[in-house]
């Protein structure tokens, strides 16, 4: 099983702050690396798949990097709404065995 | 636009089974595109995937929930299914299925509570 570590488990920054979020693999997974945000209540929202691919309907401010073990998630110029817990997510192995990071919490 | 709604039992008793049914909307189980999958998360902590299933019936499962976890999909009722055996309180989780195209498209998930 890939274990996915994220880092800060928390993150405090201000309204139009940059954010940098990391995600860390524990054997390479090439680019297949995604990102979600989850609000308090919803479900998670896809923002980024291979590693750097906005999904539909994602602002630009959101911008993903990496491959092989190590990722990044860099949000510019916060936004309120920007914040909630994103997690990573690999997808390397078939037949599948996908696995999460356990969270970055990003709080004003 | 795809929809996926989770439905069942919110309240399971010890050693019994979870039973769930999604159903998709919008969209076409059959669709040789996509798989469907079932994925929890237990309050206040990480996401966690259980299986995947294919419309023919191919089934993927985490290796730490296949001895307890069947999932079956009901393509002329465009539903897809997940029971859960010999649950116990650590199997408490909201519960969310998934369009799996690698990546998840998710419903709004249901929370399942494991209590006696």
């Known amino acids: 099983e890939i274990l996915m570590t994220q880092s800060p488990a928390t993150l405090s920054v201000s309204p139009g702050e940059r954010a940098t979020l990391s995600c860390r693999a524990s054997q390479s997974v090439s680019s297949k690396l995604a990102w979600y945000q989850q609000k308090p209540g919803q479900a998670p929202r896809l923002l980024i798949y291979g590693a750097s691919t906005r999904a539909t309907g994602i602002p630009a401010r959101f911008s993903g990097f990496g491959s092989g073990t190590e990722f990044t998630l860099t949000i510019s110029s916060l936004q309120s709404e920007d914040f909630a817990v994103y997690y990573c997510q690999q997808y390397n192995d078939w037949p599948p065995m996908y696995t999460f990071g356990q969270g970055t919490k990003l709080e004003i | 636009q795809l929809q996926l709604q989770e439905s069942g039992p919110g309240l399971v008793k010890p050693s019994e089974t979870l039973s769930l049914t999604c159903t998709v909307s919008g969209g076409s189980l059959n669709s040789s595109s996509f798989f469907w999958a079932w994925i929890r998360q237990p309050p206040g902590k990480g996401l966690e995937w259980i299986a995947t299933i294919y419309y023919t019936g191919s089934t993927y499962y985490n290796p730490s929930l296949k001895s307890r976890v069947t999932v079956s999909v009901d393509t002329p009722r465009n539903q897809f299914s997940l029971r859960l055996s010999s649950v116990t309180a650590a199997d408490t989780a909201l519960y969310y299925c998934?369009?799996?195209?690698?990546?998840?498209?998710w419903g709004q998930g249901t929370l399942v509570t494991v209590s006696s």
């Open positions: 998934a369009r799996d195209n690698r990546v998840f498209l």
